[in-house]
Nanobody, 119 residues
């Protein structure tokens, strides 16, 4: 069984930075060849979950308009880890951030990590 665990969230002041990590563990070999892409989603209180950034198996990235130029998604295949570098954070970025792995068979979700941007 494969699990994905996010980390790196916390409280940061407006204008600050955080780097989120999503580490895979377990039987990664069982899904490695079927991964279509990975991404970061977020959900703020009272709002729907939204896509923040995604990266395909080929390395193509895309971002929500609200985070373009501020957030960067990347991955380290050797470490089976997905990252989200978040700079120039705003109060509107406050949410629970989830990593997602999209495979041919199913999607995998982490448990989420809270990001709070406040002075």
């Amino acid at each position: 069984q494969v699990q994905f665990v996010e980390s790196g969230g916390g409280l940061v002041q407006p204008g600050g930075s955080l780097r989120l990590s999503c580490a895979a563990s377990g039987s990664i070999f069982s899904i490695h060849g079927s991964i279509l892409g990975m991404g970061w989603y977020r959900q703020a209180p009272g709002k729907q979950r939204e896509l923040v950034a995604a990266i395909t198996s080929g390395g193509t990235t895309n971002y929500a308009d609200s985070v373009k130029g501020r957030f960067t998604i990347s991955r380290d295949n050797a470490k089976n880890t997905l990252y989200l570098q978040m700079n120039s954070l705003k109060p509107d970025d406050t949410a629970v951030y989830y990593c997602n792995t999209h495979t041919v068979v199913r999607d995998f979700w982490g448990q989420g990590t809270q990001v709070t941007v406040s002075s």
